[in-house]
Structures are given as structure tokens and as C-alpha cells.
RNA sequence: GGUACUCUGGCAGAACGGUUAUGCGUGGGCCUGCAAAGCCUAUACAAGGGGGUUCGACUCCCUCGGGUACCUCCA
């Protein structure tokens, strides 16, 4: 699988011959996740179901950043503890997370939980020279670490001149950026320097190394970490190690609101939760694997629509394929043979989701074809079907499942629909209909048999 | 101001130096008792403007213009 990696500006060739490494930053917990967060957990979940189901083993290590300013300011206006902020969040991210079908992490490393290891880490930067002790805090000498820049390719004379915030005094140069933060104020840590809390940068780099080592495969996240987030880590990591950090930085493009980009402090944010009450998870999923990962998408019910449209097809692929017993069939061995390595292809060339999901909708409207034109036969469905499901699987995208007794009651009010259309009795036949609508269940006449689909209940529709 | 990315048909959105992307939408049709769903078919002569390289460019180069992101809050 090939990959544009930020760091060399170029596609690198992914090594799977051996355990993938996998480091994905995650998230401050202060407050609700929205689809921004969403979309970039949606294309690391669905890269590694792929990888995965071609049998390569997983290390996937998602961290929670609860410890921070903002989660502070949260806790004192709430007037409860930063604890009690983060926890509540991190259960509302897993709430949000199972319910966009997303498969754990190997670990969620928690800042909170890795002091000791943190405050190693700065020590050894100490004893490098490369870190100081000020007045307010200890800081990373941007000046010891001559690529800082190298990933958002950007040039230290031109960061100075373009700071932003004001300079803190006590800091050797406005570009050193803090790894621990002297404070009183709880949460707060004894340190050989003193007591305070870590810096925002310095957790992603001391836990990635613990848990992955020092070279691990990919470190990924939206494209508003690259800087200046990731630069520092990389900075800490290659200081502390002298060696290569990530082979390969993979970033998320952002998603957009009427061309903007969502985020907390704009106010345009969906959450994750309202989106998926409104529209479930498999057309989230669908929406946020439509476009290039690295690109953004802009966040449109109109889009979502369309995908529901889009989904309603698969749903429909995946009931005739359960009930296909045509006599005439016709040979789809070659075609799925070749929609499947589409589809797989598109994902090694860096990831294409979009082009993955033409590969898919092909063979959905390959199988409803046959099915319209009655020659979907039980052997054609046994070939299908087994690669339907596994590009259902990779994308995460589920079909409810059925209770066995439901199955029989709608076989049995299909069966007496059946009678009353014979007799013509069209009036009580459509109120059985009717009544399956209101289950969810929706009728297919075929020309020899009525088969039946279960939607899934998408609210928005309404 | 700096840096990066981006500009494709009504919409979404790819690939590729020369072939129909694909999907949604829209028109028509098939199926049906009627629907629904699905399918079939038609439909776009698209590439921000200008210039260049080339036998040939949406694809490479230059230039002008628009947009977005980042420049220590951010997925």
C-alpha cells in the first residue's frame, strides 16, 4: 500500500510485512466530538479493517489528551474537577465511537496515566541540553533541534516574525514551546523541576515511543495538527531518540461547513451524536469515506441524502442476494473478481476511498441488475455475497440484524398478502403492506415472489 | 504577509500525457393490480482565466485570479 506521506511530500510504500504501528492523536476531552473528529477516526478504522483483512496485525494506540487548559477552564466554570470533565467526555467519545461502528484501538492511552513516563522523557531532553528550566515552566530549545520545521515546511525566521501570541519572557526563544507547565492549580504533578502538568505536545511523543517504540509506521490525525503539534513532536522524539519518529505522517483533511472549516471555536460544529441520531452510522460512514481522505468535504444534508439514496441501494443488493433463487443466472465470477480488485486497488494507491466505493456501488448495482431481470440464481448469490460482506465489513457499514421469530411473522403477513392479491382483494392485500411500512419493512414484487427488506429507521428521512 | 493545498459537467467526485470515470440529480421506459424498490435508457460535450512544452494536456511548466487550511486552541 502506498501513502502520501506529509513529512517527505511524496507516496511511501507502507511495510506490511510485519505488525502495522499505527498512532493516531485523538482527542482533548472538554467536550462533545463532532464530524470532524469523526471523519478522521471513520478513514483510520476503515484503513485498518483493510489491512486486517488482508491478515496483516494491527498496534493501533489512540491517546486522550485529559489534561489541558481548556479542560481546566471547563472544570472551574462548571465548578468540578478537570477529572470529572475528562472522564464524562471520554465516555461520551466511546458513546459516540460505538455508534459510528468504529473497532477499538489496541490502547487509549491516557495523558493523565503516563506522568512518570513524561517526566522521563523530559529529563532526558534536559540532560541532552535540549530542554531548559524558566521561570514558568521547562521548555523545548527549538534552536537544538536545527530540521524543527521539516514536516509543515516552514522556516524558523518566518514563525518568529508571524507569532501570534505574546512572548513569555522567560522563554530563551518565542518559538521554545513548554513541556511541563508549573502550576498550583490541580491537576498538577510533583516534577524534579517542580510541580505543574505536562505540556500539550510532550505525552504524544513519551507515549507513542512506550507503546510502539521509536519507529513505528504511521502517525496520523487531521491536518490542523501538523502544526504545530506534530512538528513538536517530532522535534521531542528524534531529539530524545536520535532517530527516525514516524515512517509515514498521515493527515486527514478537514470537514467544512459552507466552506469553513467546523470547529469549537467558530461554533458551526455538528456532533456526532445529533448526526447520527438523525441519519445513523452507516451514512456517516459513507459521507466521510466519499472524498480523499487528505482533502476536505464540506458538510451538506444534501450529501447525506444522496448517500442515504446510495445506501438504501446496498440494503436492498444485500436482501436479494439473501433471497435469490432464480433458475436463470448469468456468470458473475469474472465480474466480482474484477470489482474486487478494483476496490482493493483503490485502496493500496493511497488510500481511495472514493474509488473503493465505486468498486462497491458497481457490484450493488451488478446484483440488483440481475435481480430486476430475474436472474439472480443461488449460486450467483454464493459468490457475491461473500464479497459484499467483506467490503461491508472494511467500510464498517452494517445491516441491522433480525430476530428469527420477526423473520416469521413478516414470511406469514407476506403469505396471507399473497392470497388476498390472488383474489383480488387489493385494498386488504395494501393494508398488510402498509403495516409492514410502518415495521420498516419494505415489499419487493418480483415476478415470481414478493421479497422483503428491513430499512434501517433514518430519522431525517422523515 | 508567509507556507501548504485546492479550482473538473446541475451537485458530489476520481483516474490518467491520447480511451465512457463513477455516483446523485433530471427526462423517458421496463416491472406491478396499483405502488414502492430496483433495473434499463437518455442526458452533461466538463476541466477558473491566459500563455507555454508536446504530434497530443483535465493531467507537465509559467502566469493571473478565486477558495480553504496552518503560521503555538484545534481531528
Known sequence: ????????????????????????????????????????????????????????????????????????????????????????????????????????ATNYPKATEHIVDIIKFIEKLIEKEIAYVSKNGVYFAVSKFPEYGKLSKKKIDELESGARIEVDESKNNPLDFAVWKFSDVEPVWESPWGKGRPGWHIECSAMSTKYLGENFDIHGGGRDLIFPHHEN???????????????????????????????????????????LENWGPNIIRLFCLSGHYSKPIDYSE????????????????????????????????????????????????DFNTHLALSAFFQLIKETNRLAAEEKLGNEDAKIIKPEFQRMLKILGLSIPEMTDDLKQDIDT?????????????????????DKLNEMNVELIDHKGK????????????K
Open 1 to 104: 500500500m502506498r501513502l502520501q506521506d506529509t513529512l517527505s511530500n511524496a507516496e511511501q510504500v507502507l511495510d506490511t510485512s510485519k505488525k502495522v504501528k499505527i498512532y493516531l492523536c485523538g482527542v482533548t476531552v472538554y467536550d462533545e466530538s463532532h464530524i470532524g473528529h469523526a471523519r478522521t477516526i471513520i478513514v483510520f478504522d476503515v484503513l485498518r479493517k483493510y489491512l486486517e483483512d488482508k491478515g496483516i496485525e494491527i498496534e493501533f494506540i489512540q491517546n486522550f489528551t485529559d489534561v489541558d487548559d481548556k479542560i481546566i477552564n471547563k472544570a472551574q466554570t462548571e465548578n468540578t474537577s478537570a477529572e470529572v470533565i475528562s472522564t464524562k467526555y471520554i465516555e461520551n467519545y466511546f458513546r459516540d465511537f460505538n455508534g459510528l461502528n468504529i473497532k477499538h
Open 233 to 275: 513532536e517530532i522535534a521531542q522524539s528524534e531529539s530524545f531518540t536520535g532517530n527516525q519518529f514516524a515512517k509515514i505522517w498521515m493527515h486527514v483533511g478537514m470537514v467544512t461547513i459552507d466552506g469553513e472549516k467546523m470547529s469549537k471555536s467558530i461554533g458551526n460544529i455538528k456532533s456526532i451524536k445529533h448526526v
Open 302 to 349: 444534501e450529501l447525506l441524502k444522496e448517500n442515504l439514496t446510495k445506501w438504501r441501494q446496498a440494503e436492498t443488493c444485500y436482501y436479494e442476494l439473501i433471497h435469490a433463487n432464480s433458475k436463470d443466472t448469468e456468470n458473475v465470477a469474472s465480474t466480482v473478481q474484477k470489482l474486487a480488485s478494483e476496490f482493493d486497488n483503490a485502496l493500496e494507491n
Open 413 to 433: 403477513m407476506i403469505e396471507n398478502r399473497e392470497k388476498f392479491r390472488q383474489e383480488k382483494q387489493f385494498q386488504e392485500a395494501d393494508q398488510i403492506r
Open 450 to 461: 414478493t421479497i422483503w427488506m428491513k430499512k434501517e429507521n433514518i430519522k431525517a428521512e
